[in-house]
C-alpha cells in the first residue's frame, strides 16, 4: 500500500478556541446541535479547549503535521473550532476563501493562519469568495463541499450554505465536476454540511445513502464512488448522528489514518472498521464537547494539500 495520496493531507490547521459555545445563529438548520444553557460557559469553554489540546497532541504523536492557532478575544466567534468551513486548500498551491452564512461566522476568516500558509508552504495565489456574502451568495467549503481530489468531483447537498452560483465558480477555478443532491433526515429536514454525512478516503468512501432524498441520484452517487475503485460504506441514520461521516483521513507517519471522535469510531460495525483499516488505520479522538455545536473531527481539521517550502 503506498502511503503517499493527494486525497489524504499530511498536515492540518487548528483552532483552539478559548471561548466556545454552541452557536445559536446556526441552530436553526444545524439539526446535531445541542445547546449548553445548562452547562457553566467557563466551564464548556475549558472542556473544549482541553479536547482540542489533546487531539492536537494525539494528531502530532500519530506523525500528521499540525499547525494549532489560539482564539483569543472578547469578539471571538463561538465556531472557530470549525476552519475548514472558511478556507480550504489545493495542490498547485492554491487557497480559497469561503463565504459564510452566519453573521458572527464571518468573523473566523484569520489573516495570520493564511500568511503562514504561505510562509510554510508553496502557495501561488489565493481565490476570495468572501465577497459573495454581500450578494446573499454561501459556500461553507468543505463542509459544505465533500471533494473527490483524485476524479475531481464535488459532491454537495444542497442547503442555504451551499449555493450554486458559488460552487459553481468554485468548480471552475479549481476543476471540479459539482455533483448535487437533495437530502432529508429521519425527520424530513435537509442536512445543513455535506461532510456530515460523507467522506472520502483514498480506497473507500463513508456515505449516508438513507439521507439522499432522490433513489436515482442515490444510485448515480454510489456508482460514481464505485467507478473511482473504491470500497463504498453505508452509514445508517444512527451512525450519521454519531458523526461516523464526518470524519477525514490524513496522510501520517507510517500510513494513512482516519480521524474521527471516539463516538463516531464506536458506532463502526466490525465488518466498516475492517474495511476501513484496510488502508487506513482508525485514530479516535475525544471531543464530546465539541460535538455539541453540531460538527466533529472532520469540521476541526482543515485539510493542507500544498507542498512544503
Not at 482541553?50 to 478575544?73: M, Q, W
Not at 487506513?280 to 455539541?292: H, N, Q, S, Y
Amino acid at each position: 500500500m503506498s502511503t503517499i495520496s493527494i486525497q489524504a493531507p499530511s498536515a492540518v490547521v487548528v483552532i483552539r478556541p478559548h471561548r466556545f459555545y454552541p452557536n445559536p445563529e446556526t441552530a436553526a438548520d444545524n439539526t446535531f446541535q445541542h445547546a449548553g444553557h445548562q452547562q457553566n460557559p467557563t466551564a464548556l469553554a475549558a472542556a473544549a479547549r482541553n479536547e482540542v489540546t489533546e487531539a492536537a497532541a494525539v494528531l502530532e504523536r500519530a506523525g500528521v503535521r499540525t499547525h494549532v492557532f489560539d482564539d483569543h478575544g472578547e469578539n471571538q466567534p463561538p465556531d472557530s473550532v470549525f476552519p475548514n468551513n472558511w478556507f480550504s486548500t489545493h495542490a498547485g498551491g492554491h487557497i480559497a476563501l469561503y463565504p459564510m452564512h452566519c453573521t458572527n461566522r464571518r468573523r473566523e476568516r484569520r489573516a495570520d493562519v493564511v500568511e503562514m500558509l504561505k510562509a510554510e508552504y508553496r502557495v501561488q495565489d489565493v481565490i476570495d469568495y468572501s465577497g459573495l456574502e454581500y450578494d446573499g451568495v454561501f459556500l461553507e467549503g468543505t463542509g459544505a463541499m465533500v471533494l473527490d481530489h483524485v476524479a475531481r468531483v464535488a459532491y454537495t447537498a444542497r442547503s442555504r450554505r451551499a449555493d450554486p452560483v458559488a460552487l459553481e465558480r468554485f468548480c471552475t477555478h479549481f476543476n471540479f465536476e459539482p455533483m448535487c443532491f437533495d437530502t432529508a433526515d429521519r425527520s424530513g429536514r435537509a442536512v445543513y454540511h455535506t461532510n456530515v454525512m460523507m467522506s472520502i478516503g483514498t480506497e473507500f468512501a463513508l456515505v449516508g445513502f438513507d439521507l439522499i432524498a432522490d433513489a436515482s441520484r442515490r444510485k448515480d452517487i454510489q456508482q460514481r464512488l464505485l467507478e473511482s475503485g473504491r470500497t463504498v460504506i453505508a452509514l445508517d441514520h444512527e451512525q450519521i448522528d454519531s458523526f461516523a461521516g464526518n470524519a477525514l483521513e490524513l496522510t501520517a507517519t507510517g500510513g494513512r489514518l482516519l480521524a474521527l471522535s471516539e463516538r463516531a469510531a464506536e458506532s463502526l460495525r466490525p465488518q466498516q472498521r475492517a474495511q476501513i483499516e484496510r488502508s487506513a488505520r482508525l485514530l479516535p479522538l475525544r471531543v464530546p464537547t465539541i460535538e455539541m455545536a453540531g460538527g466533529s473531527v472532520r469540521c476541526m481539521l482543515a485539510g493542507i494539500h500544498l507542498a512544503r517550502r
